[in-house]
């Protein structure tokens, strides 16, 4: 995943941005398969003198069944650490759409108060009778 960089983005989301690439660039919880290939020779030959088969066949399931644990354990561990973050950097993007929501609020107040001057004003243009009022305080003509 690849994030553009924009200068043009609040500094709030420049720095949400950065976090959320460091986020992705995080190393993912892996199973070391070399470890546990190790390990199996290990039990087996330990084992394999004085067990019959069901034993031997039951440890192997203990070791891997621990091995899962430990990285399903592990998986865990950063799965909650990656919300946490995600929860921490919703802090600043909230913030910021609040901002642009105000903003865009006035924006829509302005224009309208804008469009019914704008009415005023044609209204005023193509009503022939009404009297024309210079905007100049003191100035007045009738039209």
């Known amino acids: 995943m690849k994030l553009r960089r924009s200068r043009r983005l609040p500094y709030d989301l420049r720095r ?13 919880a892996k199973l ?13 030959k330990a084992m394999a003198e ?14 891997v069944d ?10 865990w561990r950063r799965h909650r650490a ?16 609040d901002r642009i929501g105000t903003l865009d609020h006035d924006d ?5 108060d804008m469009a019914g001057a704008v009415r005023n004003i044609l209204d005023q243009i193509v009503d022939e009778d009404a009297p ?3 905007p100049l305080p003191g100035r007045r003509t009738e039209g």
């Not at 949400?16 to 993912?28: D, E, N, S, T």
């Not at 070391?32 to 087996?44: F, K, Y």
């Open 82 to 97: 990656v919300l946490a973050e995600l929860d921490r950097l919703q802090v600043p993007v909230a913030q910021v759409v």
């Open 132 to 134: 024309y009022r210079h």
């Open 108 to 112: 829509e107040h302005q224009q309208r």
């Open 32 to 44: 070391d398969l070399q470890q546990a290939r190790q390990g199996l020779r290990e039990l087996v």
């Open 66 to 75: 621990d091995l899962l644990a430990g990285w399903r354990s592990a998986a």
């Open 16 to 28: 949400v941005q950065a976090a959320l690439g460091k986020l992705h660039r995080r190393p993912a």
């Open 50 to 63: 004085d067990r019959d088969d069901a034993e031997i066949t039951a440890e192997i399931d203990a070791y």
